[in-house]
């Protein structure tokens, strides 16, 4: 019965945002133990309630594009054009014209790429951003990071990571706007 639901969700998803949820369905058909596991760490990959959401999808696609550059890099491209986010702002994170980006969004994506490149000298961009957002979107920020790289890490992991694929800023045939 929970298997079932789980396939609907995974299926309603898959319409929703034209992406493949193979490698979720994959993990729940052949170690079910792993999936439900993995399931507990969805609500920390979508928690933003102090980071604004701009930040937000920012940072997951700037970490997304340094760990892939398919499938899991359109899923979050797509997640942010159905949570509301400006085609232009999603096409300059994606593009890294972190220049064209408003101020605050221009140092969450250099904070960002410099976080994923172990570069030291994110902290004074993290001072900077504590600033701007706070202490606790900042902890929030440092979550998406690293939560960002979950699924381009399993599924290279597992063999379906394999190709890179032109990226889209459009939302799939037939999905309206505010789907999210």
């Excluded at 439900?36 to 920390?44: E, I, K, N, V």
């Excluded at 340094?66 to 949570?83: F, K, N, S």
């Excluded at 904070?111 to 929030?140: C, H, P």
């Amino acid at each position: 019965m929970l298997k079932a639901i789980i396939k609907a969700k995974l299926a309603a998803f898959e319409k929703q945002t034209g992406e493949s949820t193979f490698f979720m369905s994959n993990l729940l058909e052949k170690a079910a133990g792993a999936f439900y596991r993995f399931l507990l760490l969805m609500p920390l990959l979508q928690y933003h309630k102090k980071l604004p959401k701009e930040a937000y999808h920012v940072a997951r696609i700037v970490t997304v594009k340094h760990e892939d550059c398919g499938e899991c890099l359109q899923t979050t491209v797509t997640l942010a054009m159905l949570d509301g986010l400006n085609a232009e702002l999603i096409k300059a994170a994606l593009e890294s014209r972190w220049e064209e980006l408003p101020k605050p969004l221009n140092f969450v994506a250099d904070f960002t790429q410099k976080i994923n490149d172990k570069d030291l000298s994110a902290e004074d961009l993290r001072f900077l951003l504590n600033e701007v957002y706070g202490e606790a979107a900042m902890l929030e920020l440092a979550c998406v990071i690293a939560s960002a790289k979950l699924f381009p890490t399993a599924k290279r992991g597992m063999g379906l990571a394999l190709s890179c694929q032109q990226i889209q800023v459009t939302l799939p045939e037939g999905v309206p706007l505010n789907a999210a």
